[in-house]
T-cell receptor
Framework: GESVGLHLPTLSVQEGDNSIINCAYS??????FIWYKQESGKGPQFIID?????DKRQGQRVTVLLNKTVKHLSLQIAATQPGDSAVYFC???????????FGQGTTLQVKP | NAGVTQTPKFQVLKTGQSMTLQCAQD?????MSWYRQDPGMGLRLIHY???????DQGEVPNGYNVSRSTTEDFPLRLLSAAPSQTSVYFC???????????????FGEGSRLTVL
């Protein structure tokens, strides 16, 4: 069945280093992918998205990479800051399905 | 704009009781959805709606009912609460509509439900 998962439940990085959070998906029909950030006690917040006709998309300090061949998605955060500490979720959906399916999340811990 | 507003923020129920979680958005979004979040399980889709009068089931619809009589509101009903429904519930909305393209979801702050 459809599933979206993350490779690591917790990632610990030093402040100022780059972070890479990975995500694997199994539904080859998925064509839209989103990364969300969730801080403690709050709802998820949109970070960046990418459609299947792209391999890479950049935002402010964040980059999403999509490898459709191996059904892999990654989120790169440059110069990680303490405010980046949160749980990060990848989510995927297919055209016209109306269903956005989330992975289980990776907790990012930033050490000062 | 208030965005997505959920009420109540906290609720304690006894097994078998019924209740409705309210969700309202003021962004004129066509698409609305409900998720539940349990420890270690991420967010799971309960029900969603691509427009007023249209609803459909997500990954875990059993035990929950929804309706979409207006664009703004998307209430989630628990007819007979069970301890397994103890969770944090999130409502979300987006511009995506009948095209099925969810687009960027905007989430509410969540409703924490405990069923004893």
């Amino acid at each position: 069945g459809e599933s979206v998962g993350l490779h690591l439940p917790t990632l610990s990085v030093q402040e100022g280093d780059n972070s890479i959070i990975n995500c694997a998906y199994s539904n080859s029909a998925s064509d839209y992918f989103i990364w969300y950030k969730q801080e403690s006690g709050k709802g998820p917040q949109f970070i960046i998205d990418i459609r299947s006709n792209m391999d890479k998309r950049q935002g402010q300090r964040v980059t999403v990479l999509l490898n459709k061949t191996v059904k892999h998605l990654s989120l790169q955060i440059a110069a990680t800051q303490p405010g980046d500490s949160a749980v990060y979720f990848c989510a995927e959906t297919g055209s016209n399905t109306g269903k956005l399916i989330f992975g289980q999340g990776t907790t990012l811990q930033v050490k000062p | 704009n208030a965005g997505v507003t959920q009420t109540p923020k906290f609720q304690v129920l006894k097994t078998g009781q019924s209740m409705t979680l309210q969700c309202a958005q003021d962004m004129n979004h066509e698409y609305m959805s409900w998720y539940r979040q349990d420890p270690g399980m991420g967010l799971r889709l309960i029900h969603y709606s691509v427009g007023a009068g249209i609803t459909d089931q997500g990954e875990v619809p059993n035990g929950y009912n929804v309706s979409r009589s207006t664009t703004e509101d998307f209430p989630l009903r628990l007819l007979s609460a069970a301890p397994s429904q103890t969770s944090v519930y999130f409502c979300a909305s987006s511009y995506g509509g009948t095209s099925g393209d969810t687009g960027e979801l905007f989430f509410g702050e969540g409703s924490r439900l405990t069923v004893l």
